[in-house]
């Protein structure tokens, strides 16, 4: 049944329920003069039954929902927090990570000015070597002038 029909069903059976209690002393005559009042009766407390067990039923399948949602919301809660941790997790490796960089950044910049006063010292020592084996080899050359003399 669709749920609008459902409504205007219990509405109904509310209001018909309703002036039956209100005007008992005519349902009673009606009851007693009638039989189709009786049955009418009959019928009203036959539909009173048939509401009430489709209330029960409807709040049962509504608890059964309820349920499941609420399954589900503590399922994706969970997931949540494990996400959550995650999360944190990796933000803590990032930050080591970071320190990490600044640390290798500030060992190769330290690395790279010994590396530019080796290469100075270098140069230095070469060009002293050059100097040096230019005065050898000018010692050498008058040494063996002086002894050719």
């Not at 060009?127 to 080899?137: A, E, I, R």
Request: proline share 1%; aromatic share 4%; net charge positive.
């Amino acid at each position: 049944m669709q749920p609008k029909l459902r409504y205007k069903l219990l509405f109904l059976l509310v209001i018909s329920f309703a002036i039956g209690l209100s005007t008992p002393s005519i349902v009673d005559a009606a009851e007693k003069k009638d039989k189709s009042a009786r049955k009418a009766a009959l019928m009203m407390q036959k539909m009173k039954q048939d509401m009430e067990a489709e209330k029960l039923a409807m709040q049962t399948q509504f608890d059964t929902q309820k349920k499941v949602l609420e399954d589900q919301l503590k399922f994706k809660e969970e997931d949540l927090t494990k996400s959550l941790k995650q999360l944190a997790a990796l933000e803590r490796k990032a930050k080591n990570l970071s320190a990490d960089l600044a640390k290798s950044k500030d060992e190769k910049a330290v690395v790279d000015s010994k590396l530019t006063a080796t290469q100075t010292n270098l140069e230095t020592t070469q060009k002293n070597l050059t100097d040096t084996s230019t005065l050898l080899k000018k010692a050498n050359d008058d040494l063996s002038f002086n002894d050719n003399q």
